[in-house]
């Protein structure tokens, strides 16, 4: 494991370059995992816009793990729309079936949903690997977990960066995501509480297991 503080865009986006070319893969795939509210998805999404900008192709793409959220309907199904966020209400194997199919350099467009914040559900077929895509940016919150079937991921993976952010920064994150979908700060701390810390004890636990763990030097802007 190795540590990188005080990291900026420019840095882990060279990064992320120099080891996709040491790597001599076909596909190199990255993994960005850390708590609720650490900036994952922002990050990915800026790493694959510096990325493309510097080797000046669309070489990079992000998948949100948060695509294979199960709908809402099946949720209520299961009796689990109240702790949406935990690893039950993901559809884990299919989950898992995408980064295999990914890993092994399929040459066929791959198709994959994201996630609809506006919705609140996921949005099939709306992200689409294609054979110019060779660095994979894979971010979520369960990436490294050790149970089945999230287990099968690790191997997977070229590299898996944690980044470590603050909790009292991801809280204020969480209020202000949850009161923007509508809850009340009562509701929204009440949502932190059942859901989002636990889930973040869980992913903290995973922490030993990343290639490097990576703090931001300006921790705002992701």
């Given at each position: 494991m190795e540590f990188i503080n005080n990291a900026d865009l420019t840095m882990l986006t060279n990064?992320?370059?120099?080891?996709?070319?040491?790597?001599?893969n076909k596909r190199f795939l990255l993994a960005i995992t850390g708590v609720p509210g650490a900036g994952?998805?922002?990050?990915?999404?800026?790493?694959?816009?510096?990325?493309?900008?510097?080797?000046?192709?669309?070489?990079?793409?992000?998948?949100?793990?948060?695509?294979?959220?199960?709908?809402?309907?099946?949720?209520?199904?299961?009796?689990?729309?109240?702790?949406?966020?935990?690893?039950?209400?993901?559809?884990s194997q299919r989950f898992v079936m995408l980064i295999k199919e990914i890993a092994s350099e399929k040459q066929e467009k791959i198709y994959c949903p994201s996630y609809d914040r506006r919705l609140h559900n996921p949005v099939e077929r709306s992200i689409v690997i294609e054979n110019k895509h060779k660095i994979i940016i894979?971010?979520?919150?369960?990436?490294?977990?050790?149970?089945y079937?999230?287990?099968?991921?690790?191997?997977?993976f070229n590299e898996s960066w944690f980044i470590e952010t603050p909790l009292t920064t991801t809280k204020e994150r969480l209020i202000s995501r949850h009161?923007?979908?509508?809850?009340?700060?009562?509701?929204?701390?009440?949502k932190i509480n059942s859901t989002d810390a636990p889930n973040a004890e869980l992913i903290i636990q995973t922490r030993q297991k990343a290639t490097k763990v990576i703090t931001v030097a300006t921790i705002e802007e992701i």
């Amino acid at each position: 494991m190795e540590f990188i503080n005080n990291a900026d865009l420019t840095m882990l986006t060279n990064l992320l370059i120099k080891t996709y070319a040491n790597s001599q893969n076909k596909r190199f795939l990255l993994a960005i995992t850390g708590v609720p509210g650490a900036g994952k998805s922002t990050l990915a999404n800026l790493l694959m816009k510096n990325t493309n900008e510097v080797l000046q192709e669309e070489i990079a793409i992000v998948i949100p793990m948060d695509g294979y959220h199960y709908h809402n309907d099946i949720l209520l199904e299961k009796d689990l729309l109240p702790l949406k966020g935990i690893p039950q209400t993901f559809d884990s194997q299919r989950f898992v079936m995408l980064i295999k199919e990914i890993a092994s350099e399929k040459q066929e467009k791959i198709y994959c949903p994201s996630y609809d914040r506006r919705l609140h559900n996921p949005v099939e077929r709306s992200i689409v690997i294609e054979n110019k895509h060779k660095i994979i940016i894979v971010e979520g919150n369960y990436l490294l977990l050790d149970t089945y079937p999230w287990s099968e991921l690790g191997d997977l993976f070229n590299e898996s960066w944690f980044i470590e952010t603050p909790l009292t920064t991801t809280k204020e994150r969480l209020i202000s995501r949850h009161v923007l979908t509508g809850r009340s700060v009562e509701e929204a701390l009440s949502k932190i509480n059942s859901t989002d810390a636990p889930n973040a004890e869980l992913i903290i636990q995973t922490r030993q297991k990343a290639t490097k763990v990576i703090t931001v030097a300006t921790i705002e802007e992701i």
